[in-house]
């Protein structure tokens, strides 16, 4: 991804962040696109979040590195962390 100025998503209301906006930023700070992590095989966070989360439109969720058992995606899920917090995340396509 190329080098340019990001900007942290705020609050989407007063007690959650839109988790496509902080997903954006998390992409853009890691270096990589998060839903397609580069390796050998296909590996996507948002496939990974389906295993701890019922995700819907619409829906909350909450992300916790130590869910997560694949390295790829405790760094991510920790980047979330360290930058928003743990949660929650509203969902919305």
């Known amino acids: 991804m190329s080098k340019q100025k990001i900007t942290k998503p705020k609050k989407?209301?007063?007690k959650?962040?839109?988790y496509n906006e902080c997903k954006e930023y998390i992409s853009k700070k890691l270096g990589y696109d998060i839903d397609?992590?580069?390796?050998e095989t296909f590996r996507c966070f948002w496939h990974e979040l389906e295993d701890y989360n019922e995700l819907h439109n619409g829906s909350h969720i909450w992300i916790f590195?130590?869910?997560h058992k694949e390295k790829w995606a405790k760094e991510i899920a920790e980047?979330?962390?360290?930058?928003?917090?743990e949660g929650p995340y509203f969902v919305s396509w």
């Open 65 to 67: 590195s130590d869910s």
């Open 12 to 14: 989407h209301s007063k």
């Open 79 to 85: 980047a979330f962390e360290q930058e928003f917090g």
């Open 16 to 18: 959650e962040y839109d």
């Open 36 to 39: 397609n992590v580069p390796g």
